[in-house]
């Protein structure tokens, strides 16, 4: 289990933050606000050098940054990539990043990298596998990492567990954080006929060291039930709004950032969002 | 047996196989079409990976044919590795073996051009060496030397008018290519790269200094295949462009 008194405490503010995109640099850089902190996908930035490198040292000398892998594939069959694992310990080491998170998913498998966060299902076997991999993540990176709630579109039949059990399960034997994505969870739930309450209630909130938000798009099924796809390309669903209150009344404030990676909107319509993050915080007991 | 993740894997390309068993809605139903939310997600994200990336190719392919190979090649050719940055190396050969698209032999040479332009983009940052201190080192010394290009250049060669072609679908106004051969110098001045048309044998002369050969050897070599080939307008541009990161000279001349 690693050992969280070596690790450096994520130290992300209790405010509202960003996934940032190089086309808000320069707002970024001179009107932030209500912005606080910003989240990079790591895989983005490990490249040798050029702009993104230079923008990323940049933004982190003025703000907290959160490196958030999306390639991991934590939840894979096979063991960790150990050379990805390097690439992220080379950028966690130069950046000393407030925060790093990555997903309960998979994404590679023999040698192909898929670019999507694919479902596994939840089993004393792939706990076991699973918790394998965030002990192996977190003695390369010499720190405490952060493990996403994924949006389900389907179930397993095999899966013996709740997907809180198994979060609760994960964190409790690693030692790791957990990141709620509170749009995932009310995407999860309206998908699989889940009570989205009920899930925050299970859920264990007194590790979670991150919140997200981002927009959903919706679809439907074979038999006309709703679909709703996380697609990160518009604003926030409202019933989401209120699932994040509700979350924010058991919780207390945590780290909000909000996921706009599609579709990506000028920087006033993101700090709109941002700035009704900063509300939600506020009102939090 | 196959494992659980190879026969999720195998399905997400292929949406003439049944999707796999054990996935369900929250009913208890087979899964069904919400298996192809992952198809979509894992196709369209690769496919807009290497639209993104190749958008000359896209606009001399259209954006219904390219989205057609694209889909083939993405299935072929997933990517290696999570660096969506390195995604596309095979492109160049894929579309030179596509055999409905035999006819553009310059295709594969255009999307050589932009796998180098975004190679050059992500290149380690170097300090280029100061005009100034080039100008100052004795021509004796200039030719016992290595020149060392800084990590952001590269060099391509093509039977086809590939800068020409580039510009006429990214650039305003830009003339209609002539059929000619073209070799192109890509090099950064600090984050965006340029590019610039090479005069004949400068490809070769670049590739010679990067394989290690003293300059004055090299120009040698050059001026015998092209006896015109006028270097202190090729130095000009290496110089301007910051290409060149180090000199260093050699010597090996026993007194």
Redesign the interface.
């Known amino acids: 289990m690693f050992d969280a008194t070596r690790a450096r405490r994520p130290d992300l503010p209790n405010a509202p933050g960003v996934g940032y995109k190089p086309q808000h640099f320069a707002n970024i850089l001179e009107a932030p606000a209500p912005v606080e902190w910003l989240e990079i996908h790591a895989?983005?930035y490990?490249?040798?050098?050029?702009?993104?490198?230079?923008q990323l040292r940049h933004l982190s000398e003025r703000f907290p940054v959160s490196v958030h892998g999306?390639?991991?594939s934590i939840g894979?069959?096979g063991a960790l990539?150990s050379?990805?694992l390097a690439?992220l310990k080379t950028l966690c080491d130069w950046l000393s990043p407030a925060s790093f998170s990555e997903h309960l998913a998979?994404?590679?498998?023999?040698?192909?990298?898929?670019?999507?966060l694919?479902?596994l299902?939840y089993t004393n076997a792939t706990l076991e596998r699973v918790a394998d991999h965030i002990d192996q993540v977190q003695d390369v990176l010499g720190r405490q990492m952060l493990l996403e709630n994924p949006s389900s579109?389907?179930?397993?039949?095999?899966s013996t567990m709740r997907e809180t059990e198994f979060l609760g399960a994960l964190a409790q034997r690693t030692g790791c954080g957990l990141l709620l994505d509170v749009n995932n969870v009310f995407v999860s739930a309206t998908?699989?006929?889940?009570d989205a309450r009920a899930y925050i209630d299970d859920f264990p909130l007194e590790c979670v060291g991150e919140i997200h938000l981002g927009g959903h798009d919706e679809?439907m099924?074979?038999?006309g039930?709703p679909?709703l796809?996380d697609s990160h390309g518009r604003e926030v669903a409202d019933p989401v709004w209120a699932l994040l209150e509700y979350t924010l009344a058991r919780s207390g404030p945590r780290p909000l950032l909000i996921e706009w990676d599609t579709d990506v909107p000028d920087w006033p319509t993101l700090a709109a969002e941002a700035q009704r993050g900063a509300r939600a915080l506020a009102h939090t007991p | 047996m196959r494992?659980?993740?190879?026969q999720?894997?195998t399905a997400?390309f292929d949406p003439d196989i049944a999707v796999p068993?054990?996935?369900?809605?929250?009913?208890?139903?087979p899964?069904?079409?919400?298996?192809d939310?992952?198809r979509n997600?894992?196709v369209m994200?690769?496919k807009e990976?290497l639209s993104h990336s190749f958008p000359v190719i896209e606009k001399l392919l259209g954006i219904h044919n390219f989205s057609s190979l694209a889909g083939l090649y993405v299935r072929e050719h997933?990517?290696?590795?999570?660096?969506?940055?390195l995604y596309g190396a095979e492109f160049p050969a894929y579309l030179e073996g596509f055999k409905p698209l035999a006819h553009l032999s310059y295709l594969g040479d255009v999307a050589r051009l932009e796998l180098a332009q975004r190679r050059s983009?992500?290149?380690?940052?170097?300090t280029p060496i100061d005009p100034a201190v080039f100008s100052t080192l004795p021509p004796k010394v200039l030719a016992r030397a290595q020149v060392h290009f800084v990590?952001?250049v590269h060099t391509l060669r093509s039977l086809w008018p590939i800068l020409d072609i580039w510009h006429f679908n990214m650039t305003d106004g830009a003339p209609k290519p002539a059929a000619r051969a073209q070799d192109v110098l890509i090099a950064?001045q600090e984050?965006?790269p340029s590019m610039h048309a090479l005069p004949v044998g400068g490809a070769d002369l670049i590739e010679a200094l990067r394989a290690g050969t003293l300059l004055g050897d090299a120009l040698e070599n050059i001026e015998q295949i092209h006896p015109d080939f006028d270097f202190p307008s090729l130095l000009g541009l290496l110089l301007q462009t910051g290409a060149i990161g180090t000199v260093t000279p050699i010597n090996d001349q026993k007194d």
């Open positions: 895989e983005n490990m490249g040798q050098g050029g702009r993104p490198l230079a999306v390639g991991l894979g069959e990539d050379e990805h690439r998979w994404s590679s498998h023999e040698n192909a990298f898929l670019n999507d694919l479902p299902p579109y389907l179930a397993f039949r095999e998908n699989l006929q889940l679809d099924d074979d038999h039930a679909l796809i | 494992s659980a993740q190879s999720f894997r997400l068993r054990g996935l369900l809605d929250g009913l208890d139903r899964a069904g079409k919400r298996f939310v992952y997600n894992v994200s690769l990976a997933p990517p290696a590795d999570p660096r969506m940055m983009y992500h290149a380690r940052d170097a990590p952001a950064r984050f965006d």
